[in-house]
């Protein structure tokens, strides 16, 4: 079994800053693409940012300058820093990742259960 357990959400103020985290945990062989998505109310669940396990990183046009994606591969954690929120940035923010689990030949994509992010204006 596989988990993904994201943290560090809050309320914070127009302009500030939060770091989340993420972590997978369980029979995890090989992680490939961990990524962030976002779902603010009424909307539909959105990309944010993602990194392959060499390092490479993908932003969404919202975000890309203000937000950082980056991931410590022996601790299977991938982080996102956000800089200069804005009160558009409220939302659930989701981890994802593709994962091989130990024994399995295939990748299949996990989510965690998502973390409020709360910008006031």
């Known amino acids: 079994q596989v988990q993904l357990v994201e943290s560090g959400g809050g309320l914070v103020q127009a302009g500030g800053s939060l770091r989340l985290s993420c972590a997978a945990s369980g029979s995890i062989f090989r992680i490939n693409v961990m990524g962030w998505y976002r779902q603010a109310p009424g909307k539909q669940r959105e990309f944010v940012a993602s990194?392959?396990?060499?390092?490479?990183?993908n932003y969404a046009d919202s975000v890309r300058g203000r937000f950082t994606i980056s991931r410590d591969n022996a601790k299977n954690t991938v982080y996102l820093q956000m800089n200069s929120l804005k009160p558009e940035d409220t939302a659930v923010y989701y981890c994802?990742?593709?994962?091989?689990?130990?024994?399995?030949?295939?990748?299949?994509?996990?989510w965690g259960q998502g973390t409020q992010v709360t910008v006031s204006s």
């Open positions: 990194i392959s396990s060499g390092g490479s990183t």
């Open positions: 994802n990742a593709d994962i091989q689990q130990g024994g399995g030949h295939f990748f299949f994509v996990y």
